[in-house]
């Protein structure tokens, strides 16, 4: 069965430093795996998504993300916070076992960002 | 022009009522799903149509009846609602064989 684990449920930067928001897979095959973001009262918006092409993804926003077999890990980062980053960001995965292609979740990591 | 909208924004009612929620999607696309987001925001789909035809249901109470009047609509009706069906509701939809999924805003609903 796939899953996707979110190592972290917070994480808090100052404005202008890195990010990294951890998630690490679990897939009997190779998965294709998202990134979501969920600002406060929003709806879920893509950030970037990785289908066995380039390992290294970008995304929207400065955002991007490195998909690593061997550490079955799909981490998330960006060089320079902003006010705005703060949200929601969940890792998903893709479950290809039927042609649905349902979207299975992670817990989420909410990102804050002080000044 | 939204891709993926849903109506009501927000729905707020007593237990034991009957509510319906809405989401239509102009993208073209022909498989629409329908996710629930409970208070720890944690998110798990509930149901899939592709082509009006059900194809996921994840053994989600019979309370819970999606219909799906055309490829462009996937409606959700709650029947008896209970205190945990209070939650965010998200649409989806994609393309057959894709498997990037565009979410609509989301229906906030509060039973009491």
């Known amino acids: 069965a796939q899953s996707v684990t979110q190592l972290d449920s917070h994480v808090s930067v100052s404005e202008g430093t890195p990010v990294l928001l951890r998630c690490n897979y679990s897939?009997?095959?190779?998965?294709?795996l998202f990134w979501y973001v969920q600002h406060p009262n929003k709806g879920l918006q893509l950030l970037l998504k990785?289908?066995?092409?380039?390992?290294l993804v970008k995304g929207i926003n400065g955002f991007e993300a490195e998909f690593k077999k061997s550490e079955t890990s799909f981490h998330l980062t960006k060089p320079s916070a902003h006010m705005s980053d703060a949200a929601e960001y969940f890792c998903?995965?893709?479950?290809?076992?039927?042609?649905?292609?349902?979207?299975?979740f992670g817990s989420g990591t909410r990102l804050l960002v002080r000044p | 022009d939204t891709a993926v909208s849903q109506t009501p924004k927000y729905l707020v009612t007593q237990m034991g009522n009957d509510k319906s929620i809405k989401c239509e999607q102009n993208?073209?696309?022909?498989?629409m799903y329908w996710y629930k987001q409970d208070s720890k925001k944690f998110l798990k789909i509930m149901f899939s149509?592709?082509?009006?035809?059900?194809?996921i249901n994840e053994t989600v109470p019979n309370r819970f009846s999606p219909k799906s009047p055309d490829k462009a609509h996937l409606n959700l009706h709650i029947n008896s609602l209970e205190l945990g069906d209070s939650a965010v509701y998200f649409c989806?939809?994609?393309?057959?064989?894709?498997?990037?999924?565009?979410f609509g805003p989301g229906t906030r609903l509060l039973v009491l």
């Open positions: 989806a939809s994609k393309t057959q064989g894709a498997e990037t999924q565009y």
């Open positions: 897939s009997s095959y190779s998965p294709s």
């Open positions: 990785y289908t066995s092409a380039a390992t």
């Open positions: 998903v995965v893709s479950d290809r076992q039927d042609s649905s292609y349902k979207l299975i």
């Open positions: 993208l073209g696309h022909d498989t």
């Open positions: 149509y592709n082509n009006k035809e059900l194809i």
